[in-house]
Structures are given as structure tokens and as C-alpha cells.
């Protein structure tokens, strides 16, 4: 796998309008994924890590595009075989965990498949222009899976 020599990988998409914004995301994220080595053809783990990877992608763009006034860049960082998403958007409002609900309800599920696909995820406020990031890490296919209680530092 790519990207496994402790350097960084980084790749950032900057998004005008809401118009097809989370097909361009996962497109994005997909080229990312294969070129890092997530895909291939032939190994089931790697293609269910990116394909997690994916609807991850479309519940945190498709929750700015709903409550957050839309993205206005998706970052994908990658190192030692953890990525990391960074979803940027103009709202101050940070994601929250709503009251228990019918799983039988259409929508209100974003929050729960953060909490069930990704390894960590959280919010914090953008230091420049107002508005939030929320991220995702999720470790790729065969990589050390980092204890979900960790945090990063003004993460």
C-alpha cells in the first residue's frame, strides 16, 4: 500500500455550489483511494474499507449540503494507512447527536454511521472564514486501527 512511509499525503477539492457536490466528493475521494492503493480488484477487505469510505464521504457532504449552508472544500489526508476527511462548510453550528429515534424514520442517521464506520470523528472551528470542519479517520485495509478514544489536539 502507498503512502506508508510516515510522509503525508494530501489532497483538497475546493466546491462552488451544491450541484451534483457529493457525486464530485466521491468521485474525488475514489481516484484518491485507488491511487493510495485502497482498491484492488481482488482483495474483499480493501474494497468494503473504501467503500465505507465512500458513504462516509456522502453522509458528511450531504449533511453540509442539508444543514450547513453546503462544503466548501473536502480535504483527504493520508498517512501510515489512516484517512482522514476534512469536510469544510460556513456553518458554526457543530454536528450533534440527536434523541432516540425510529430507525424506521427516513433521515437522522448520519450521526450513527460516523459512529459505526468511522474510527474517529468530530468537529472543530475553522481558524480563518468562519464556519467548521468536520473529519473522519478511518484506517485502510490491513492498517493498525488507532483506539477510538484517541483525539488529536485541536482536533
Partial sequence: MRGETGAEEVRRLELRGAEGVV????DFTAAALADWGWTPARDEEAREVADDVLLLVSE???NA???AGGPEEIVLRHRDGVLRVEVADPSPEHPRRGGPRPS???GGHGVMVLDRLAGRWGSRTRETGGGKVVWLEIAGPGAI???SDLRIPGA
Fill in 23 to 26: 457525486g464530485r466528493c466521491r
Fill in 60 to 62: 458528511v457532504v450531504t
Fill in 65 to 67: 449540503c442539508l444543514h
Fill in 104 to 106: 424506521s424514520l427516513p
Fill in 145 to 147: 486501527r488507532p483506539p
